[in-house]
């Protein structure tokens, strides 16, 4: 996909600046029920919102030149699919998934309650957002996964204040902000720049597990697997393997596979995987000693390539 409306909301970005725009930051503590984190805006001085500002410009100008000489693609959000250093994935969260809900409670910002540096609250930081506000258009917001790491409070480190020509231990909290982003909410599309971190902030292992029954189901009713049982509970162990699954059931070929053309594979590559019964009752044998070879197989991801002829064994792959 070109994605041309986000390219043109990039090109709008480029006049942006305090004359025209304001900036509020909030952070983001995980919620007690471990669904949708509690939001919580910061009271910034003057200077210190500035400097946010700042930081939001540069990244919105950095990605708008970068995405428009080439030097990053655009693609697709893949969950299962690696991310390379090159690549900006694009998402369209869906209605009710964790980043939709965070951003529809973004865009109520001013009923945000204030955060009151509390350690219930300061405990359970997960992400802080970067929130843009432009009179007649849409907010953008930039997400940044927060680690205890930037509380200089919670270090071991004795931690240092030289002022006046003398050094002295600084007991209140401090809160470190770096110029990195991970993810940015623009014209309904969330631009990601460190995948990895994009799932760790929208709680994805999380809703990998409430929807590892359905992806399970779906994947056995498109397969007849034999030693099933085993396959679920291996799958359920293991949220490395659930990811790949739920990007397996995403493929729009999943329903095309067939026994005739896994088995096909399986004879081609001489693969440790086998097919057992007859007629209606034949499945594919899931053998845990093989679970990654298994996984590959009905992921198709045994490939050949039509100009040299070498088959490879893929760990992702984009459609085009």
């Known amino acids: 996909m070109t994605y ?72 697709t959000y893949d969950a299962a699919t690696p991310q390379d250093k090159h690549e900006v994935e694009v998402h369209i969260p869906s209605a009710g998934s964790t980043p939709h809900a965070v951003v529809a409670a973004l865009d109520d910002f001013p009923q945000l309650p204030v955060f009151d540096g509390t350690g219930a609250t300061v405990n359970k930081l997960i992400f802080y ?24 409070g919670r270090s071991r480190k004795l931690v240092t204040l030289f002022s006046g020509g003398t050094f002295d231990k600084i007991t209140e909290p401090v809160f470190i902000f770096d110029e990195l982003i991970d993810a940015m909410w623009v014209e309904g599309h969330m631009v990601i720049f460190n995948k990895d971190n994009y799932q760790r902030i929208f709680q994805f292992f999380t809703e990998v597990l409430v929807h590892a029954q359905s992806t399970l189901d779906q994947i056995k009713a498109a397969i007849p697997i034999e030693n099933a049982g085993q396959f679920e509970q291996d799958c359920k162990g293991n949220p490395v393997i659930l ?78």
């Open 129 to 152: 957002v970067v929130a843009i506000q432009r009179p007649g258009q849409s907010p953008i917001y930039l997400f940044r996964k927060y680690s205890k790491t930037k509380e200089l």
């Open 243 to 320: 990811i790949k699954l739920r990007g397996i059931a995403s493929r729009n070929y999943l329903s095309n596979l067939t026994l005739a053309s896994l088995e096909a594979k399986i004879q081609a590559r001489s693969l440790p995987i086998a097919i057992n019964g007859t007629g209606a009752n034949r499945k594919l044998v899931y053998d845990p000693q093989q679970k990654w070879k298994f996984l590959r197989l009905i992921d198709d991801g045994f490939l050949s390539s039509d100009m040299t002829g070498t088959h490879y064994e893929v760990t992702g792959k984009r459609t085009q």
């Open 4 to 75: 041309q409306a986000l390219r043109t909301a990039l090109t709008g970005c480029r006049t942006i600046d305090s004359t025209n725009a304001s900036v509020n930051v909030c952070l983001a503590a995980r919620a007690a029920n471990g669904t949708i984190p509690t939001l919580h805006r910061l009271q910034l001085t003057d200077e210190l919102a500035e400097g946010f500002l700042t930081l939001a410009t540069d990244t919105l100008r950095r990605l708008d030149s970068d995405v428009s000489n080439v030097n990053v693609a655009l693609e």
